[in-house]
């Protein structure tokens, strides 16, 4: 088709240059009357321009001038992207025998523009029509010349609009059909003859669409979206409909209340939802189609009460599955459906139904058969009750893939978890205010994606002072969010957290002190710690070495210092920004003078207080302090460097205490505890033999008991 639709394309444009006297290859703009009046004068004999045309003027009230145009090959514009462009243009008389536009119609905001009959001479579009926000056109009537159209179809804001009489002779489009907020729709009378969309189709946001009464002879297109309709009561109209290659949405259409319109729709591939049709009682109308291809959504629609009209669909061909927040919905055990949840292909959401299809346990028990672990996930815990039958609902299921999602105000307790100890998606914990400990996640160890407590829209949990609950938390290969939580006062419970993978974000955490409770954690893709009132230092990063990315400090008003911070590796930092800490005047930090003197990344501070204001004055603080600086950080010096056999740590104590010393290789994982025990005041010589470790590059960090003398250092193993 796309070929056979090229040679007619050549062979009009060898038409129309053998026949018109072309001009302007450029174009031409037309911006006030007399332009289009002269237009004869200036170019006599032009019938054919070559470029495109564009007209958009205040004083331009009529096309007449422009009646000796056959054929434009470039666009052929009326109007512009603003509001009263051509606010004395009633119609296009003056087009009558334009038959030829070479690439896009467009007709846009003409606000007094309430017909295009004068476009009845025009036979072929190159590409796409688009016809938008004329507030006062009426009717299409003018179009009658187009059967197929090339590019796309786009109809926008036309509020005086009722249907599409004009398009009566389309057959085929070769790109999508879009018709979004024409507030005076009310059917698609006009489309009788088309047959094919080889694109999208798209009906969104008419208030006043009742039917789609004027598509009878459609029966392919690549995707169908039927999104907010006010008052569209059925599917009527898409009757001949049979195949759709790409996905069906049918949404948010608050009187939609029978599908009965897709009754031979046998071909679908892309998936299918079907989500808040508030009145929709029935799926009856689809039970012609049996392969989606792809996922099957139903959700949000209240008057629901039966998956009857999907029975025919293959599981094999549901790539996931979401049944949720249909709130009469009881009847879910269709064999298919059955079939799925006891070998699902995918993830399983199905929660806040009625009882009896509530969660995939009651569905297994309903369709006979006993559920284990879900291999594809997912869980949700909207209740204390969903917690506490966890372990009799998913008996020996202590591996769990994709989310694990925990939110209710009724939930007070995780107790009924504990056999959990890995997550292979995302921990999803927010908006359980009454829940105040963790604990009931003991044993859990790996987190494979996300840990989220607390986020915008779902809210924080007020309850929750710390972290106690996640102590055998070791490793998260996803990012941490911890975010919106009133009551938390520092991160005690994350002791055994090394290593996110992604970013860390702290924020939002009115009444958190400190970061206590990380001194651990070595390795993140990025660090954000934000919009903490209380925070006073970031005590609890001393550890962090690896930041892979971006450090944003930011919005803390009660942040004095960036002690905490010293010994994360300058050269692993991509992004540097310090703003908005009222009380910030010390950012004198080894890892953050390091950063400014030696690097040259990117670089915001100010709107701190003095001495941390800008870029300049932390670097002054930086000179002028370094020996301050050193004396506090500089603990251990290793020799010599780089190594070969024997790795020499020369260690200065200005106090008794409790000594750390380890060797993480550069993705922050540990390779060596070298020292882990109490020493006097004074200095003292470790050797550690490195003969075992393969050549490169590694860190070292030492850090004693109370955090207060700490310091990091790389050193190069060769061979």
């Not at 039917?211 to 009527?236: A, K």
């Not at 950012?587 to 870029?615: F, K, Q």
């Not at 251990?636 to 740590?649: H, M």
């Amino acid at each position: 088709m796309k070929k056979l639709s090229l040679l007619v394309f050549i062979l009009i444009v060898i038409q129309i240059k053998g026949y018109s006297q072309s001009c302007l290859p450029e174009g031409i703009y037309f911006t006030t009357q007399a332009q289009v009046d002269s237009f004869q004068v200036n170019y006599p004999g032009c019938s054919t321009i070559e470029g495109s045309v564009k007209i958009t003027g205040a004083d331009i009230s009529n096309l007449d001038g422009l009646s000796v145009l056959d054929s434009v090959f470039g666009d052929f514009t009326v109007g512009d992207n603003w509001k009263g462009v051509n606010p004395n243009l009633i119609t296009l008389e003056g087009l009558e025998n334009l038959s030829y536009i070479g690439e896009d119609l467009v007709i846009h905001n003409n606000d007094n523009l309430v017909s295009i009959k004068a476009l009845s001479g025009l036979t072929r579009i190159g590409k796409s029509m688009k016809i938008l926000s004329n507030d006062h056109l009426t009717s299409l009537t003018g179009l009658e010349g187009i059967d197929t159209l090339y590019g796309d179809i786009d109809f926008q804001n036309n509020d005086d609009l009722s249907d599409l009489t004009g398009l009566d002779n389309l057959k085929y489009i070769e790109g999508g059909l879009y018709l979004f907020t024409n507030e005076g729709l009310i059917d698609l009378e006009g489309l009788g003859n088309l047959t094919v969309v080889a694109g999208n189709v798209d009906i969104t946001n008419h208030s006043s669409l009742s039917s789609l009464t004027g598509m009878e002879s459609l029966s392919s297109v690549e995707s169908l979206v039927i999104f907010s309709n006010d008052e569209l009561t059925s599917l009527s109209g898409l009757e001949s409909l049979d195949s759709i290659r790409q996905g069906l949405v049918i949404e948010n259409n608050g009187m939609l209340s029978s599908l009965e319109g897709l009754t031979n729709l046998a071909y679908l591939n892309g998936g299918l939802i079907i989500s808040d049709n508030d009145e929709l009682t029935s799926l009856s109308g689809l039970e012609g189609i049996n392969s989606i291809g792809g996922s099957l959504g139903i959700e949000w629609n209240y008057s629901l009460t039966s998956l009857a009209g999907l029975e025919n669909i293959s599981p094999a061909s549901i790539y996931a599955l979401g049944i949720t927040y249909n709130q009469n919905l009881s009847d879910c055990e269709i064999e298919n459906i059955c079939d799925y949840i006891a070998d699902p292909g995918g993830t399983i959401s199905i929660y806040n139904n009625a009882p009896g299809c509530d969660n995939p346990h009651e569905i297994a028990d309903n369709c006979g058969f006993t559920l284990s672990c879900l291999p594809y996930g997912n869980y949700y815990f909207f209740s204390q009750a969903d917690v506490d039958s966890f372990p009799s609902n998913y008996s020996d299921c202590n591996n769990l893939a994709g989310y694990v999602w925990i939110e209710s105000d009724d939930i007070i307790n995780l107790d009924s978890l504990c056999a959990i100890d890995t997550i292979r998606g995302r921990l999803f914990i927010c908006g359980n205010n009454n829940l105040s400990s963790l604990n009931g996640l003991n044993n859990l160890k790996t987190i494979q994606g996300d840990l989220t407590i607390g986020y915008w829209e779902y809210g924080g949990n007020a309850g929750l002072t710390n972290m106690t609950g996640l102590n055998n938390l070791a490793s998260i290969s996803g990012g941490v969010i911890i975010l919106g939580n009133s009551g938390l006062v520092n991160l005690s419970g994350l002791d055994a957290l090394t290593t996110i993978g992604e970013d860390l974000q702290v924020s939002g955490n009115e009444r958190l002190v400190n970061l206590g409770g990380i001194e651990n954690l070595n390795s993140v893709g990025s660090l954000n710690v934000s919009g903490n009132d209380s925070l006073v230092n970031l005590d609890g990063l001393q550890g962090l070495i690896n930041t892979g990315g971006h450090i944003d400090i930011g919005y803390n008003p009660m942040l004095a210092t960036l002690y905490g911070i010293e010994n994360i590796d300058a050269g692993l930092i991509a992004y540097l920004r310090i703003i908005n800490n009222d009380t910030l005047t010390e950012c004198n930090v080894r890892s953050v003078c390091d950063y400014l003197i030696n690097y040259s990344g990117y670089v915001t501070i100010n709107n701190n207080c003095t001495g941390c204001d800008s870029a300049q004055e932390v670097r002054a603080a930086c000179g002028v302090g370094v020996g301050e600086v050193d004396s506090r950080q500089s603990i251990v010096v290793s020799y010599p460097n780089p190594v070969k056999d024997r790795a020499i740590f020369d260690i200065r104590l200005q106090k008794p205490a409790k000594v750390n010393l380890r060797v993480y290789n550069n993705m922050g994982q540990i390779v060596a505890t070298i020292l882990d025990e109490s020493l006097d005041k004074g200095n003292h010589q470790i050797i550690w033999n490195v003969e075992g470790l393969p050549p490169g590059i590694y860190f070292y960090r030492i850090s004693t008991n109370d955090h207060r003398q700490s310091a990091i250092g790389k050193m190069v193993v060769v061979r």
